[in-house]
């Protein structure tokens, strides 16, 4: 694999150029022939009966074309559980609960239309914190199931229970065991690209519907499930994405938006947008959510680990979406960072009044690393060890199987931490408690997709034609990551092209193979597998070709050569050299023999093959083209959480040095290192680019960022007062890529997606302590937290 | 978003005059505010009255003191050599608003007229004894700053009247002052609290010894040792708080207590905690009051030892980054 032509370059994006220039067409972009905008009304309150709503002021607004409510449409239920309406009827239990919709032919228009519909509410008791809504006097979120079955708690009905070894008798023989409790906050995944889509109905109520998933499959999948129980039974569904400003988790789930953006193109019989204002991209998209952790730990005299127990609570919000699902990862670094025998973990997700809560880049990892490397430096300070020394003790390693069950392959967890030490002079500026101080954290990831669907496939679709360009018809989508660029380069080394040779279509149900989307670091991984394999089959059957018009090429030449020249001597050619695909080989857009590479006669751009391969006269000839759909060999978690979800797991580890103001509690970021184990970077600067981005979100999660909530309300829904990081803010970061080729991956490459985020919060949390003495375990470290504690410290 | 008129009157009498004639009219100049508070219908003015196209609202006099223009944009007075030097902390609050793009429309005089508490030119304009030329049909006339902030968002302006200058008096070269935004992040940010102050010391006999001190990046506690060996005494200070009040305001029992005093790291904490007491914050989403109260202390000396220091090394002291 040494021989790669593609590769491992640093190829400029492809796709790129029209975005910065401003030709691509993202969802504000997208325009149909008389298309109509929509626009909803939110509730007023966190809990409430709806007593009455009056819509006829806002029907008669000039310009309105419909205003819909929840008895306008089908009483149906929707979302993960079942547990909510898309327009809701009788009561609201969350201040984002859809009440009304307007389309009317301006945005503007729709806007005023909603100041007009009245609405009279009857305010109920309201619950915002998850510890009060599990307690039994409780006031019920949710007086019943999706069924109409009575139900007596807040607490979900999803029993996130995991247990391996003996934790109890574990921590009896532990010579050092550490108890920390710590939370994170509610964050907004703040894609550049607001949350939008179109709805279009053709004359026989098939639906078009321009969204911006990035499961495609599974948004047609859910959108069938709907118009069917609405009525619209054997209705044909195309999901297409427009350009995709950004996903980081907000695009796995269909939104309440997208089921009301299709009512009202039903209703008027014209395509209808919906676009988020930003102000709506904070209050009524589902965040991630907080997460309330206790982690206990313990070691052996040696250091070793001997068992980690973990309890969460997660505030699942008013409704269940993706929010409720991520103690399936939390369960990755719980059961697998580091290599302890005894493991037990339980998260109890709660119903409350505040906004419902989805995926974010790194799903429950980020949450529940924030509590395993915490509790690490904290364990590692009881047993007298250092942090880094610890968890080099404590590593994973090849060949190793976790008590999850998960199988890794390759680990360069070593390199990684090694590569951090030394680029942040570990040993030169650990433990000086003189405002300055180092930290880390290590990670584990899913790299090899992750099976949480029956299926964990892509299919992708690759046809050459005759001139040799290469169409690839992909079913996954791309939002802004570089997919595009990634998978040329693959395709391009796989088939023997270029990658400016390659055309890639993403985000089309109607054109691409089935995928089960681009989320979970997996789309290079799974992928780029497919890709492989249809790019050899494709180089095959071109060889194929090859071995039948290379000989008659020759020949015809060498006879025109002799014909214009009566003394052309004809050369001694050595047909063998090219007369099975085996002996020949495709590089670059050059068929050759493999035996002799520089042949002035065999060498043949293909392509001269193409076109003589499809113009043969008439009847059935070939065309290039091959398909593969590729499922990597996993397992889907079993009833006991236990099973190899992904194909092989990335690891990597982050370090950070920071300067503590003592009298303001200030934290500033002087270095960063982030070092990744990417099996193999197929485009570095890519892998760079994911890396630094992902560690910026995970310096905004330490740091600054958080939504915050007053009784169920966000009260900073705009980037004035939630914090994200802004250019002025650069810190600087040192991505290190660890190369450790992987035996399944797409010429060794393992994802990268969400690697990044997670190790960054909790490694600025343990420089924190290493600075100042001062255990901060609430996220984000605000100076008003570092400042209290230190004087709580000082007394 | 309601709809409205916009106007481009060519000089202030002919903005007065369409003020006077139009109905539900507002002024606007870059617009940071006007525009933001029109998206959140808080404002709702049938016609706009546009200050940009008016060019005799732009000038930077420095003759006698500072003469500042209106529409003078944030941009223009942060990268100006001489405010930088003479009226360090206006240079420092103008360079710490909002982001470049905002620094290069919004102006000074939508700055002040918006009086939001945390106003971050409004600070440096209370230490440096800055009075607001104001034009109105009435005529012209001139306020001090102190009177012209009445309380959030409002301020002493009648009908029709708009902000059209700033006079800053010369302060002598034995007077440095700063302005220290506390935030979170370094850009597109209001401050949690601001802080700026204005020192001007007796220097006994010839140049102060302490510059090199300064200059050197030393320890800060190394530094105020070296004024207080030097028995450097202020002459006359000026504090002032924004985000603490409803206004932005003074803190003049501090002022008074540290007049004619010899410079000291017991003193400045002294100074900063009489500050503190003048100091009546609230929590908010973007702050705790007691956190508000304790940056005060904090940075009330830090502000005055910025002050300092750009007097005795007034070359090298202009990069408001180089202290602490």
């Known amino acids: 694999m040494d021989n790669l032509l593609h590769v491992g370059k640093n190829i400029p994006r492809t796709a790129e150029t029209d975005k910065v220039t401003g030709r691509a067409v993202y969802m504000d972009e997208y325009k149909r022939p008389g298309m109509l905008h929509g626009k909803i009304l939110y509730s007023r309150y966190a809990h409430a009966r709806i007593k009455s709503i009056n819509t006829e002021k806002a029907k008669n607004l000039p310009g309105v074309r419909a205003v819909i409510t929840g008895y306008d449409i089908p009483d149906v239920r929707v979302g993960f559980l079942g547990d909510q309406t898309v327009l809701k009827r009788d009561l609201v239990r969350q201040f984002r609960d859809e009440v009304a919709a307007v389309a009317a032919i301006t945005p503007e228009i729709a806007e005023e239309a909603l100041k007009l519909i009245e609405v009279e509410y009857e305010p109920l008791p309201a619950i915002f914190d998850p510890l009060e809504a599990m307690k039994p ?141 930003r102000e709506e991209e904070f209050m009524a998209l589902p965040p991630r959510q907080t997460a309330r952790f206790t982690i206990e730990q313990g070691c052996d005299k040696n250091g070793l680990l001997t068992f980690r127990k973990v309890e969460a609570i997660l505030d699942n919000g008013a409704y269940t979406s993706w929010g409720a699902t991520t103690p399936s990862v939390m369960m990755l670094p719980i059961s697998s960072m580091y290599r302890v025998p005894n493991v037990s973990f339980q998260a109890t997700c709660v119903y409350t009044n505040n906004i419902y809560s989805q995926a974010m880049r790194g799903y429950g990892n980020p949450q529940a690393a924030f509590a395993v490397e915490t509790s690490m430096d904290h364990l590692a300070e009881t047993a007298g060890i250092d942090a880094a020394e610890f968890r080099m003790i404590n590593r994973n390693h090849p060949g190793d199987v976790t008590p999850m069950g998960l199988k890794i392959t390759t680990c360069p967890l070593e390199q990684c931490i090694t590569a951090v030490k030394e680029k942040i002079k570990w040993d030169e500026k650990r433990g000086k408690r003189n405002g300055r101080g180092v930290g880390m954290a290590s990670l584990i990831h899913v790299a090899g997709g992750a099976r949480v669907y029956l299926s964990d496939g892509t299919g992708i679709r690759i046809k050459v034609n005759e001139s040799g360009e290469v169409d690839v018809l992909s079913g996954s989508t791309d939002q802004g990551q570089g997919s595009p660029t990634v998978i040329a380069q693959i395709v391009a080394e796989a088939t023997g092209f270029k990658p400016e ?53 020759v020949k015809r030449s060498l006879k025109q050569q002799k014909k214009k020249n009566p003394d052309f001597v004809e050369p001694e050619l050595d047909y063998t050299l090219i007369d099975s695909p085996e002996k020949l080989d495709l590089r670059n857009r050059m068929i050759f023999p493999k035996a002799a590479p520089d042949h002035p006669h065999f060498k043949t751009e293909v392509g001269k093959i193409l076109t003589s391969g499809l113009h043969v006269g008439t009847g059935e000839s070939k065309a290039v083209v091959a398909e593969v759909f590729w499922d990597p060999p996993t397992e889907m978690l079993n ?6 979800y992904s194909c092989t797991y990335a690891f990597g580890a982050a370090g950070v040095e920071v300067e503590v103001d003592r009298q303001t509690g200030e934290v500033k970021i002087l270095k960063l290192v982030s070092a990744h184990d990417v099996g193999r970077a197929i485009n570095p600067s890519l892998v760079k680019g994911q890396i630094y981005g992902a560690a910026y979100i995970g310096v905004g999660y330490g740091l600054t960022e958080r939504v915050q909530l007053v009784d169920g309300k966000v009260v900073n829904p705009n980037f004035r007062d939630y914090k994200i990081l802004t250019a002025n803010d650069a810190i600087p970061v040192e991505a290190v890529i660890i190369e450790d080729p992987d035996p399944a991956g797409p010429y060794g490459a393992k994802g990268i997606g969400e690697p990044g985020l997670v190790p960054t919060a909790p490694a600025i949390a343990n420089a924190v302590y290493d600075a100042i003495g001062v255990r901060i375990k609430d996220l984000p470290i605000t100076p008003e937290k570092v400042l209290a504690a230190l004087k709580a410290k000082e007394g | 978003m309601s709809n409205y008129e916009y106007h481009k009157p060519q000089t202030v009498k002919e903005a007065i005059g369409l003020m006077e004639s139009l109905e539900n009219a507002k002024y606007i100049a870059g617009g940071t505010d006007v525009i933001v508070l029109v998206k959140q219908e808080k404002l709702a003015p049938a016609n706009l009255v546009s200050l940009r196209n008016i060019s005799e609202l732009v000038y930077i006099d420095t003759k006698d003191g ?227 109260r304790e940056m005060v202390k904090v940075l009330t000396g830090r502000a005055i030892l910025r002050s300092i220091g750009r007097i005795v090394g007034p070359e090298q002291m202009t990069n408001p980054n180089r202290l602490w």
């Open chain 1, 639 to 644: 009833a006991e959480m236990k099973g190899n």
């Open chain 1, 501 to 553: 040779d390659v055309n890639i279509v993403f985000g089309d149900t109607a054109l691409g193979l089935w995928d089960a989307g681009t989320h979970a670091s997996r789309h290079t991984f799974v992928a780029g597998n497919a890709a492989v394999r249809a790019g050899e089959k494709v180089k095959q059957q071109i060889l194929e070709l090859a071995v039948q018009y290379i000989p008659k090429m």
């Open chain 2, 66 to 292: 500072l003469k500042l223009g209106a529409g003078v944009t944030h941009s223009a007075i942060a990268n100006n050599e001489f405010i930088r030097k003479r009226y360090s902390a206006l240079a420092d609050a103008a360079g710490a608003v909002g982001s470049k793009q905002i620094r290069n429309v919004a102006t000074m005089g939508g700055n002040i007229c918006n009086a939001a508490p945390s106003a971050d030119t409004a600070c440096p304009l209370l230490v440096l004894d800055a009075k607001i030329v104001i034009d109105g049909k009435a005529g012209k006339r001139e306020v001090p700053i102190d009177d012209f902030f009445l309380g959030p968002n409002k301020v002493a302006l009648n009908a029709g009247e708009l902000v059209t200058g700033f006079v800053l008096p010369d302060l002598g070269s034995n007077t440095g002052s700063a302005y220290i935004k506390h935030a979170r992040r370094q850009a597109m940010d209001l401050p949690i609290i601001g802080i700026a102050a204005r020192a001007a010391i007796k220097i006994d006999g010839n140049e102060a010894v302490c510059r090199d001190s300064f200059v050197a990046g030393n320890d800060i506690s190394q530094t105020i040792k070296r004024l207080e060996d030097e028995r450097l005494v202020f002459e006359d200070v000026r504090i002032a708080m924004g985000v603490v009040a409803p206004r932005p305001v003074r803190a003049k029992k501090a002022e008074e207590a540290i007049k004619g005093k010899i410079i000291s790291e017991k003193l400045l904490k002294e100074i900063g905690e009489i500050a503190a007491s003048e100091s009546q914050p609230r929590d908010s989403i973007r702050g705790e009051a007691w956190y508000r």
């Open chain 1, 137 to 277: 006097d409780a006031p019920l979120v949710h007086e019943t199931d999706a069924r109409g079955r009575p139900l007596r708690s807040n607490i979900l009905p999803l029993p996130w229970k995991f247990n391996a070894g003996d934790v109890e008798k574990a921590r009896q023989e532990s010579a050092y065991t550490a108890t920390d409790s710590v939370n994170t906050p509610w964050i907004n995944q703040c894609c550049m690209g607001t949350s939008g889509c179109v709805a279009e109905f053709d004359s026989n109520n098939n639906l078009m519907f321009c969204s911006q998933t990035n499961v495609i499959f599974g948004a047609k999948q859910r959108i069938q499930t709907y118009l069917l129980n609405i009525g619209l039974k054997g209705k044909k569904i195309r999901v297409i994405n427009p350009t995709v400003g950004g996903s980081f988790g907000t695009k796995l789930d269909t939104d309440i938006y997208e089921f009301i953006c299709i009512q009202l193109a039903l209703k008027t019989r014209k395509p209808v947008r919906i676009r988020f204002t």
